[in-house]
């Protein structure tokens, strides 16, 4: 599970989350938490405002949490890939914003990629772990 920062502890009072685990950062910026703000959201409001005020929550969780790679690998870009790149230019700026806020003394801003590639993106990495898997050097065999 090595590198799944979508698990990493983002609000200590947050929810519980499909791994099992508390308040991990998939629970706060992910499409299935865009789908639970707007449920939350349409107890209060009537119409179209709902969603807006929905998503445009995700935006702030999904840089707080960039703020673990950034703070964990010092990345020198992020490339972004999935349903929310289609209004980069609507979320893009609140994400980088939240991963500015607390950039480590010292450290330069990684630059936010919006990548459209479609579902492309999701089936080269399930490709890729299906090769690795099937192809890669076992550990027992010497080089």
């Not at 003394?105 to 590639?117: M, N, Q």
Request: aromatic share 6%; hydrophobic share 40%; glycine share 14%.
């Amino acid at each position: 599970m090595a590198g799944e920062f979508g698990h990493g502890p983002l609000d200590p009072q947050g929810p519980q989350c499909s791994c099992g685990g508390r308040v991990c950062w998939e629970v706060f910026g992910s499409n299935r938490a865009a789908l639970g703000y707007y449920f939350e959201c349409s107890r209060e409001l009537q119409g179209n405002p709902r969603g807006a005020k929905a998503l445009d929550k995700m935006p702030h969780y999904l840089g707080r949490g960039m703020r673990m790679i950034v703070a964990g690998v010092d990345p020198e870009q992020i490339l972004v890939i999935g349903d929310l790149t289609r209004t980069w230019n609507r979320f893009g700026p609140v994400i980088q914003a939240e991963v500015q806020a607390q950039v480590l003394s010292g450290a330069a801003t990684p630059r936010l990629v919006a990548v459209h590639e479609g579902g492309m993106a999701r089936l080269r990495g399930t490709v890729a772990l299906v090769l690795r898997r099937h192809f890669a050097r076992s550990p027992e065999v010497p080089a």
